[in-house]
C-alpha cells in the first residue's frame, strides 16, 4: 500500500484493516518502495 494514496488507505481502513508495518523495499534501479503493509484480524463473528 502505497503510503501517498490516502483514498486506498482510507478504503482499507474502512474495512477493518490497520497498518501493520512500514516497509522501505529497494526494487532496483536506484528506486525504492516505500509501502505500508496493511493486516486484518481474522477471528469469529
Known amino acids: 500500500m502505497n503510503k501517498r ?3 486506498a488507505i482510507a478504503a482499507y481502513r474502512r474495512n477493518s484493516f490497520v497498518i501493520a508495518e512500514s ?3 529497494d526494487i532496483g534501479g536506484g528506486f525504492v518502495m516505500d509501502d505500508y503493509v496493511m493486516a486484518k484480524s481474522v477471528s469469529d463473528k
Open 23 to 25: 516497509v522501505i523495499t
Open 5 to 7: 494514496n490516502a483514498q
